[in-house]
Structure formats: C-alpha cells, structure tokens
C-alpha cells in the first residue's frame, strides 16, 4: 500500500477527508493516507510543501497561487470548496474600535505573511480603499497568538474564517466587526510536482475517493450534528455553514485563476501574472 501525506486546517471543511480514513475508503483504494492538521495554516502548509513534507494539502488558494508564482514546485490539481470562504474581521470583546472604519491605520494579527490572513487583510483595505503601503502587520502563529494579541494591543484586529471563530464571539474574547468574503472559490487541492511526476493514479484515485464522499456529503444523515459535535460549534451556525458552503469535484478554471492573480497583482503581492499551465494540473 502506497502512502500519500495530506495537509490542512483543523476546521471543518475537512470533514469528508476524515472520515473517508476512518471508514478505510482509502485504504480500499490501496491508498495509505496520513493527514496532518496545520492550525496555522495556509503560510505553514506552502512550507511543508516545498520541503517534502506532505505530498498535497487543502489550501487557500489565493496563498498557493502567490506561492507558486513565488517558485514552490507545486500544482493545483483541483478545486475543493467552490463557494468564498467567509473570513470575519474581529477585534477584542472590550476594544474601543466599533466599525470597519474605525480599523483604518491600525496593525493587523496575521499566522505568518503570504497566509490567508495577510492576503485578505490587503483585499479587505482595498475593498475599504485604505492605503495599502500603510498596512502593518503582527506575526501570531494561529489563532491562540491572535487572541494574546489582541487582548494585550498588540495588534487591534484578526481576520479567520467566520464559523472557526465563532465560538469566540460567543464565549466573548473576539467581537465581530465585518464579514469580507472572497472574491473566489476559496480551498483548492494541491500537490508538489514531484508527487505528481512520481505517482499521478495515486493521486487520481485518491480524488475519485473523496469526490464520491463529498459530492453527498451534504446529504448524509445527521451530518450537522456530526460537524456542530465534532468541531464544537452550534449546530444553527453549523447549518448556516452548510447552506454557503459548496465542494467541488472540478478542476479550477482559467478564468478563476486569472481572477486571482489579478487580484493579487493589483495588491501588489506577486509581480506579474503567469500562464495558468503554471499553476494547473490535470490528472
């Protein structure tokens, strides 16, 4: 049995990979794959690609492509969550600040630069139209050095994805001042070049695998109980989660992809645009 290693957050999108491990779907496809969680994850996770870590991971894929485009020796080989991806804008329960306004010229928490959270914070400002040269940025690692850092001003507001968080507007550490959705589909699945050069049908069959899980994952029984479970999240916000949340079976389409370097060239994060063959891979 082969194995295949397989990165990405500790959220609850990644559900069906979970449990197509737990019921063997993998293992029937003579797939071992072992998965490691990465809580500071999209800036980690392009790392552990580029070292050899993990052979492919569920990512942003605002920071992947930027990535890539960087020089990391990997390719996108599918979309895995069609739908945006929420991210909520939040400052400290006690902060001062009551609007997305009054944020303009403050820092921003962030797990490490070219994350999901840096990138969006310059998609937010531009959305604001703040200047974007005028961004400033702490380092927090994941989201327990996001709640430190608010909480002793180091920085004055934090942006994760809006279910993620939402227990911690609830127990009343975070305050949520503003949703900022992106503006594509959000996670996509890749993996390093090396993986795909050295073992494409192993990679084509684990994607046949969980394909088959999340085309129906929706549907399964109970699920939200599952999620709002297994994820310690309320099962009404779990449900709002389930009706904005879409899984792809498709590749990424150019015009996607163009969307988003565009939009990262504009911000200034990569310098110029590549053909998509650079980014893309169809198994």
Not at 101 to 122: E, N, P
Not at 198 to 226: G, H, S
Request: charged share 30%; glycine share 6%; net charge neutral.
């Amino acid at each position: 049995m082969k194995t295949i290693k397989v990165g990405g957050v500790p959220e609850h999108f990644n559900l069906p990979w979970h449990l197509c491990i737990e019921q063997g779907k993998f293992k029937d496809e003579d797939i071992n794959l072992i998965w490691k969680d990465f809580p500071e994850g999209t800036g980690a996770m392009c790392k552990a690609l580029r070292s050899g870590e993990i052979d492919a991971a569920v990512i942003l894929t605002e920071g992947i492509t930027r990535d890539i485009i960087n020089g990391n020796e990997s390719k996108i080989i599918q979309t895995y969550i069609g739908s945006p991806l929420i991210w909520g804008i939040h400052v400290a329960a006690d902060s001062k600040y009551k609007n997305i306004q009054d944020l303009k010229g403050t820092k921003a928490a962030i797990s490490r630069k070219g994350s999901g959270s840096h990138l969006m914070s310059y998609v937010n400002a531009q959305h604001k139209e703040w200047d974007l040269k005028s961004l400033s940025f702490e380092i927090v690692n994941n989201l327990d050095g996001a709640i430190k850092a608010l909480k002793e001003d180091k920085a004055q507001y934090f942006m994760w994805e809006h279910f993620t968080t939402k227990p911690l507007v609830d127990n009343k550490t975070f305050r949520l001042i503003a949703d900022c959705p992106t503006p594509w589909p959000c996670f996509v699945i890749a993996a390093r070049d090396e993986s795909i050069r050295a073992n494409p049908k192993r990679l084509k069959r684990m994607l046949k695998v969980l394909n088959a899980e999340t085309r129906d994952f929706k549907q399964q029984k109970n699920i939200d109980i599952t999620l709002s479970e297994r994820y310690e999240q309320k099962l009404e916000d779990i449900r709002k989660w389930l009706d904005l949340t879409r899984w792809s079976q498709e590749q990424i389409s150019d015009k996607e992809i163009n969307e988003v370097m565009e939009q990262l060239q504009i911000l200034g994060l990569i310098d110029k645009k590549v053909d998509t063959s650079k980014l893309l891979h169809n198994l």
